[in-house]
């Protein structure tokens, strides 16, 4: 099958981003970048001809097997379904559901909140708001992972749930969530940060890295 | 799933679009289960995980389509509900919009229903992806529901519309409705 190369749209330093390009690491997946800048142009996501890959005018979006596909878990979840190897889900459906529990609250119950939108509402409160919401969610899953955690965030292999984990601690960072509470989260983000696709999907080696913030 | 297993319990709220959503995907399957209300909702966006379970420990009827494209079309249609339209506008981000949150609600789901109205004119059939009941329409009828309760002008959003009519005839959709619930209050039961 001559099939094209997968082209991922995506911005060095969106979490969405990130968490596919793990997965396609993880995976073994070669693919295209176009870059896609969220600030410059007033967001590059509004442009006209992105609206024609991604009517959702997000990052990331991914191109493969003759479709465009938009949302992290959407295609994470396709990766795996069409590249079984190396898993991102357990076999046992009790851990897998942990693992999408744990996926789902970042995805749906920590980003969404402090992503870039709600921030330009946020005005002057932006950093306190983002820090708020980032705790908060990062109490409640360290309470989790208490029960969950191996080696990583689900038992001892890697899985959707460490591949939402990574960036979202990058943007708590970012904010300057103070991490002291998490000690959990931080063994497991350091864990992972030691992991080949970890390192080369990171937002400090990408195409659109700006130079000052290359590593 | 051993048939010695206890009911499952669903802690849910009446009209939590996240709490309905589950509760179709249990009528669907013909889970039996005890609710326990909730008034204060935790909303940690998980319900997704939720119906997952239950798709791969009750296969029957299929949430999921068996083509890998379409599966994927329907876990886009479901995730951009769920994580790029409803917590935007839930409970702790309307209460910092104040006097606004009418219309940031608006806006928000305004915003999200053109891009989801535009995604299904290519996928959509009877329902959101084709012609089967998929996670996609779990999400979609609670989030017109409250699209409804924001007054959100429906007009430019016919498909999504259509959709959630046909998908309001189904039997699973009607007993998990809002007005249905045990804890629904005496003014707005059905």
Known sequence: MASEKP?????????????VR????????????????????????FSAEFKAV????????LKIDGITLSQSLAIIHYLEDTCPNPRLLPQDLKKRAQVR???????????PLQNLSILKQMGEKKME??????????????????????????????????????????????????MGPYPTITRINKALLELEAFKVS??????????????
Request: glycine share 6%; hydrophobic share 40%.
């Open 22 to 45: 793990i997965a396609l690491a993880l995976k073994g997946i070669a693919y295209d970048v176009v870059p896609v800048n969220l600030l410059k142009d007033g967001g590059q996501q």
């Open 101 to 111: 529990m744990i996926a789902d609250h970042i995805v749906s119950g920590i980003q």
């Open 129 to 178: 708001w983002a820090q708020n919401c980032i705790a908060s969610g990062f109490q409640a899953l360290e309470q989790t992972l208490q029960h969950t955690a191996g080696r990583y965030c689900v038992g001892d292999e890697v899985s959707m749930a460490d591949l939402c984990l990574v960036p979202q601690v990058f943007n708590a960072e970012r904010f300057k969530v103070d």
């Open 202 to 215: 990171h937002p400090s080696l990408q195409p659109d890295t700006p130079a000052e913030l290359r590593a």
């Open 54 to 61: 991604n009517p959702m005018q997000q990052v990331p979006a």
């Open 7 to 19: 082209i991922l749209y995506s911005y060095f330093r969106s979490s969405c981003s990130w968490r």
